[in-house]
C-alpha cells in the first residue's frame, strides 16, 4: 500500500469507517477528501464505538496523520463536538490537520439548508439538513469561506461581509431572519482560538509523505450513487465521492493513486430519497434493517433495504476503477434461507440492461432482475479466513466479485477490527 482510496461503491453506508479502520493500523496518513458531516463512518474498536463525521478514521492509530482535506467543507461547531466525544474515549488528538483550503459550514447555510428543503414541498431531494449543498453552492460561486480564512482576520472579515450582503437576501426571500455579520464574526474568532493550530496548509504535508513513499490511505464519504455527476441526480450529495476526485480532494497527482479498494454491503441500502431499483418494503426488507441495525450514523433515519445490486457494483467498478472489493455485513445474511442478487434491470421496452446505470427518471421505471442464491443458516460471525466462511457464502461473495469483475480483497462479519480479514 502506497497510495490507496477507499470508496462507497453502492449508495453510502457502506461500512467504509471500519475498512480505513482496519488499514489505518498499517497506514502512515489518512486524508478525508470530500463531504461534511452530513454522513458519519461508524467505527467499532478499543476505543468503544464511534460515529464519525468529519475526522478520519485513522485517528485511532496514535502513529497515523489524519488530514481533513480541501474537498471537504467542515462545520467548525460539528468538528469540536467530534473531537470532544473522541478525547473523552481517551483518543489522541494530536495527529490531526485541517486544509486551509477546506470550506466552512457556517451557522447560515444550515439555515439555507432548512429553508431552502422546505420550499421545494413534496419535491424534496432528502438532505440531512446540515448546510452541506448551500456550503458547496457557495464554493462554485466563490464567496465561500475557508478554514485558513480563520487565520487571516482582516481577510475573513471582509469575505464575511460580502457573502452575508447576498445570504440575507435569500434568507429573507425564503422567510427567515437574516444573519448578524458581528456575532458570525466573534463565533470565527472563537473557531480560531480553538482550531487555529491544527490550520495547515496541507500540501507540505502530504507532498513529504508522497515522497517519502509512505502509506497513504485517502476516505471518501457516501457512495457513487450519491456522486454528484454520476449519481442518481438530484438526489445526490453536493461533492464527487468517487476515486476520480480522491487525489484532487486529497492535495496529490491523480497518478498517485495505486489500488482503489470499493466497499459494499453483501445488501444494499439508501438513505434519502430517489430510485433505489432494489429496495425491498416488505418484511424482508425489515429483517434486513432489524439485523443489519440499519439506521444512519448521522441522522437517525432508518435506511431503505433490499437485495444486492449486481448492475450498481459494475457502474461503480468501472466509474472508480476498483482494484479489490471490500464485502461488509456478510453476518447480517446467516440466518436468510435464500438470498437474491439483481443481475439486470428491464427496461419498460423490455430491453434488458445489465452494464450501465440508467439516467434518474428512466431508473424509475425498470425492473430489477434477480438470480436466487441458497443461504448458509449459520454463523459467519467467528471466521477469520476465507476457509472458515461455509461453502454457499462463499460461493455467493464469489458471485458478487464476479458481477463487480474485481478481485475479493477483504471480508467482514462483524463490527469488531478483528471481524474483518483479507482474502
Not at 272 to 294: A, T
Request: charged fraction near 25%; include cysteine; charge should be negative.
Amino acid at each position: 500500500m502506497a497510495v490507496t482510496a477507499v470508496v462507497g461503491a453502492q449508495w453510502g453506508d457502506e461500512g467504509k469507517g471500519r475498512v480505513i479502520d482496519y488499514l489505518a493500523q498499517k497506514a502512515d496518513v489518512v486524508i478525508r477528501f470530500q463531504g461534511g458531516d452530513n454522513a458519519g463512518h461508524t467505527v467499532i474498536n478499543e476505543f468503544g464505538k464511534h460515529a464519525l463525521h468529519l475526522i478520519p478514521s485513522g485517528i485511532f492509530n496514535p502513529t497515523t496523520a489524519n488530514l481533513i482535506g480541501s474537498g471537504c467543507v467542515v462545520n467548525p461547531r460539528s468538528l469540536l463536538d467530534e473531537m470532544a466525544k473522541l478525547e473523552q474515549a481517551g483518543v489522541v488528538l494530536d495527529n490531526l490537520w485541517i486544509s486551509t483550503r477546506a470550506q466552512m459550514v457556517m451557522p447560515y447555510h444550515r439555515q439555507l439548508d432548512v429553508l431552502e428543503e422546505a420550499a421545494r414541498g413534496k419535491d424534496t431531494i432528502g438532505t440531512t439538513k446540515r448546510g452541506i449543498g448551500p456550503a458547496y453552492a457557495d464554493k462554485a460561486a466563490r464567496s465561500g469561506l475557508r478554514m485558513g480564512d480563520l487565520l487571516q482576520p482582516d481577510w475573513l472579515e471582509t469575505r464575511l461581509d460580502s457573502a452575508l450582503a447576498t445570504v440575507n437576501r435569500k434568507i429573507e426571500i425564503l422567510g427567515g431572519e437574516p444573519v448578524s455579520g458581528d456575532e458570525l464574526y466573534a463565533l470565527c474568532m472563537e473557531y480560531r482560538e480553538k482550531l487555529g493550530p491544527r490550520i495547515v496548509d496541507s500540501v507540505p504535508l502530504v507532498r513529504r509523505a508522497y515522497e517519502a513513499g509512505r502509506r497513504i490511505l485517502l476516505e471518501g464519504q457516501l457512495g457513487v450513487m450519491r456522486d454528484l455527476d454520476w449519481g442518481i441526480y438530484p438526489y445526490v450529495t453536493s461533492s464527487n465521492p468517487t476515486a476520480s476526485y480522491a487525489a484532487s480532494g486529497a492535495g496529490l497527482p491523480a497518478r498517485a493513486i495505486d489500488e482503489v479498494y470499493g466497499v459494499v454491503k453483501a445488501y444494499s441500502t439508501a438513505v434519502g430519497d430517489g430510485p433505489f431499483p432494489v429496495e425491498l418494503v416488505d418484511g424482508v426488507g425489515e429483517k434486513l434493517r432489524s439485523i443489519g441495525e440499519e439506521f444512519g450514523a448521522t441522522t437517525g433515519r432508518p435506511r431503505r433495504c433490499g437485495w444486492f445490486d449486481g448492475v450498481a457494483i459494475r457502474y461503480a467498478a468501472w466509474l472508480n476503477g476498483m482494484t479489490g472489493l471490500a464485502i461488509t455485513k456478510l453476518d447480517v445474511l446467516d440466518s436468510f434461507e435464500s438470498i437474491k442478487v439483481c443481475v439486470g434491470y428491464q427496461l419498460p421496452s423490455g430491453e434488458v440492461i445489465g452494464d450501465s446505470m440508467p439516467d434518474t427518471p428512466v431508473l424509475y421505471q425498470v425492473t430489477p432482475l434477480f438470480e436466487e442464491w441458497p443461504g448458509w443458516q449459520t454463523s459467519t460471525a467467528n471466521c477469520r479466513r476465507w476457509d472458515d466462511l461455509p461453502a454457499a457464502a462463499r460461493a455467493y461473495v464469489a458471485r458478487l466479485s464476479e458481477l463487480a469483475g474485481v478481485r475479493l480483497a477483504y471480508i467482514s462479519v462483524g463490527p469488531e477490527r478483528e471481524q474483518m480479514f483479507e482474502v
